[in-house]
């Protein structure tokens, strides 16, 4: 009986291709992450705030080194040796061994250099925590400008691609009026031209896309991120409170900046202290035991061998008389890095009440432009309705529909990067006063919509 045979035909590319855009367009795409969930991502992968907590963590064990100054110190000694002695008159040799053990103690009782070296511990540890802090506030910035620099991205790609779409329409339409005898061929190739430029607008908006994209999966660590868009409409919260120097006030108390330059005005008085302490005496009390043995006697006592257990206490005195005039300029040195400190802090705060006015103003203007935005957005849309409308009855040219077209999407971009930038001026204000937390975060996340938008489809080029 003749074996079947069954012809397979190599599969079409076409149909390939096929299935597997049926199947892109029907998986399941990956869950889209809002802003506090990728601010959590970027606190356990930023490693610029890993190294921070580092640093933290080094500066409390660096403190708690300065405590060891205030303890008591204890040490333990152990030794044996064997000798030979020979005396040729008389005639004497001696093979002796010796092993000794001493255990010593020192407590400090009188040491003021010491206590002020672990209160300088103390502040530099509280020195860290200001710059985690900072560190910390930095990080929800960064996150936040990337997260919503891709929402930026996206819009602006979105826009023009609907522009696009609103050119090639008019492109036909004017196309059509020229083979029915209504119009030039100056319109359609208007917008011909109009349609190539945008082309080229989409491909560098998809670039842009890309590389904001990119900068964020890099922050947070986790690749292919979709991250929430703002809820429509959307209702920015107004900014409380409306008074420039209510922020200047909050940041003299809370600003990490400030703080640091506070501790660091701390530690250099307490420097100068410990460096006036230079002259003072320090008191400590000993306490010792020592075992001798030794087992064959020694040279003068060669037939008995013995051990001598030895137990101490007492209190030792230094006082330093004169030391080559090398505390005094200890001291001219000190105050003057105290000195310096207070012109670093001075400084600090004029720094920081400039930069809490000038980002409470960029709010300030924010807002304006935005609500300039909204109205200009409604005027565009009237603009290109009357165009087309002129256009279609023969009072206004080709040109002037695109041109509409073009300011309208053009405001419609402005408006959106002008709301993120509202928001991200309202983190970064709070950042200046040094008062932004996980709770502002939380805030700019209950701004955020439930579905992210619809991906930007491009074009293959």
Known sequence: MPLARTLRLPPSPWRSASTLLALLAFAPLAPAQSLVELAERARGFDAVWQARQAETDAAYSRSEQARAGLLPSVGLQAGASRARTDISQPNF???????????????????????????????????????????????????????????????????????????????????????????????????????????????????????????????????????????????????????PQAWVDVSQGTQPQLRQAQLALDVARLETRKAETGHLPTVDLQAGYSVNNNPQGTITAPQNGYRANVASVGVQLNLPLFAGFSVQNRVKETLSLERKAEADLDNARRSVEQATRAAFYGVQSGQGQITALEAAEASSQSALDANRLGYEVGVRINIDVLNAQSQLYQTKRDLALARYNLILGQLKLRQAAGTLNSDDLHAVNALLGSEPAAPALVAPR
């Open 93 to 243: 040799t001696l093979n002796a061994s010796t092993q000794t053990a001493t255990l010593s103690a020192s407590q400090p009782l009188y040491r003021p250099a010491n206590r002020i070296a672990y209160t300088q511990g103390q502040r530099s540890f509280e020195i860290a925590l200001a710059q985690r802090d900072a560190a910390e506030q930095d990080l929800i910035v960064r996150t936040s400008q990337a997260y919503f620099d891709v929402l930026g991205a996206e819009d602006a790609l979105r826009f023009v691609q609907a522009q696009k779409q609103a050119v090639s329409e008019q492109r036909a339409f004017a196309q059509r009026n020229f083979d029915v005898g209504n119009a030039t061929i100056t319109d359609s190739r208007e917008a011909q031209a109009r349609y190539d430029l945008i082309v080229a607008q989409e491909i560098a908006a998809d670039n842009d896309l890309r590389v904001k994209r990119l900068a964020l999966e890099q922050l947070v660590g986790t690749p292919g991120v979709r991250p929430l868009p703002l809820a429509q409409p959307v209702v920015l919260p107004p900014l409380s409170p409306a008074d």
